[in-house]
T-cell receptor, first 113, second 112 residues
Framework: SQQGEEDPQALSIQEGENATMNCSYK?????LQWYRQNSGRGLVHLIL?????REKHSGRLRVTLDTSKKSSSLLITASRAADTASYFC?????????????FGTGTRLQVTL | DAGITQSPRHKVTETGTPVTLRCHQT?????MYWYRQDPGHGLRLIHY???????DKGEVSDGYSVSRSKTEDFLLTLESATSSQTSVYFC???????????FGSGTRLTVV
């Protein structure tokens, strides 16, 4: 079952605009991560935010985490055509042996010129 | 993807045949994972490894087995392939529990 659910499922914007994607999850987490997937390719890790953090920045990416609401958002500022991809949130739960990631179904972002 | 390769990239096999997918890493990472990706389901964890000969089941492990005889290789075997196992399979590695995963480029498997 999906732990993270992204919203919206699809988003279309013009180059230069900001894109915001949201993720909700159900159980407690150790950290939350965002990944990008270009069509036909593997996933690329973008950013990780720990459960005791509220906001994190990396270049044009800004991630927020609200553990009381069990939600996170990913903001991509000044989007580019190259940002066109699917974006997934993934929640990490530590077990006795590993940290397992559970992925949502993703947001498909289309950035047009 | 740097440091992690999957083989084969594409495979078509017949129902009932065994299939083995290989994941090879050059990063010496402790943790390795196998996921499958299907439309409407996102990525689902099949099996994972936390060291040589140390493996455990994930969310959708039925019909799959894994082996890790050395740090760099993690094999996924479909014991008797079924059409429901048609999917894209991704391997991932991580250095520890506090970092993100690095994914391979995937294996597209079709069971006919």
């Amino acid at each position: 079952s999906q732990q993270g659910e992204e919203d919206p499922q699809a988003l279309s914007i013009q180059e230069g605009e900001n894109a915001t994607m949201n993720c909700s999850y159900k159980t407690s987490i150790n950290n939350l991560q965002w990944y990008r997937q270009n069509s036909g390719r593997g996933l690329v890790h973008l950013i990780l935010i720990r459960s005791n953090e509220r906001e994190k920045h990396s270049g044009r990416l800004r991630v927020t985490l609200d553990t009381s609401k069990k939600s996170s958002s990913l903001l991509i500022t000044a989007s580019r055509a190259a940002d066109t991809a699917s974006y997934f949130c993934a929640t990490a739960q530590n077990t006795g042996t590993a940290s397992k990631l559970t992925f949502g179904t993703g947001t498909r972002l289309q950035v047009t010129l | 993807d740097a440091g992690i390769t999957q083989s084969p990239r594409h495979k078509v096999t017949e129902t009932g045949t065994p299939v083995t997918l290989r994941c090879h890493q050059t990063e010496n990472h402790r943790y390795m994972y196998w996921y499958r990706q299907d439309p409407g389901h996102g990525l689902r964890l099949i099996h994972y490894s936390y060291g040589v000969k140390d493996t455990d089941k994930g969310e959708v492990s039925d019909g799959y087995s894994v082996s890790r005889s050395k740090t760099e290789d993690f094999l996924l075997t479909l014991e008797s392939a079924t059409s429901s196992q048609t999917s894209v399979y991704f391997c991932a590695i991580s250095v520890d529990r506090a970092h993100g995963y690095t994914f391979g480029s995937g294996t597209r498997l079709t069971v006919v």
